[in-house]
């Protein structure tokens, strides 16, 4: 379940959103005037994330070439899998 605070939050709060952050490893929502406004992340759960789109994005990459070059599409499933796995050995 997603925590959410209010921007004037953070001032004051400073250990418990370091907490949260890190040691709970769960991203802080920032409200201002009653709207989501920014997203809090740990800097191992942001590279994770980095890392998962990175990877998806050459995958789509792959997958397009292949169908170019009419490449089995069974070589690119299993690319998907390696991707797959690599992904959750990244978000532990």
């Known amino acids: 379940m997603p925590t959410i605070r209010p921007v004037s ?3 004051d709060h400073f250990k418990e959103i370091f907490k949260i952050c890190n040691e709970k490893r769960e991203p ?3 409200t201002h ?3 989501e406004s920014f997203v809090l992340l740990s800097n191992e ?3 994770s994330l ?3 789109k990175e990877a998806k ?3 789509y990459r792959l997958l397009e ?3 170019k070059d009419n490449r089995p599409r069974v070589e690119m499933e299993e690319a998907m899998k390696v991707l797959d796995e690599a992904i959750d050995v990244a978000n532990l």
Do not use: P
Request: hydrophobic share 35%; glycine share 4%; charged share 40%.
């Open 9 to 11: 939050y953070l001032k």
């Open 33 to 35: 005037n009653g709207k």
């Open 65 to 67: 070439e292949s169908e």
């Open 57 to 59: 994005d050459e995958l």
């Open 50 to 52: 980095v890392f998962e």
């Open 45 to 47: 759960q942001y590279e």
């Open 28 to 30: 802080l929502f920032l």
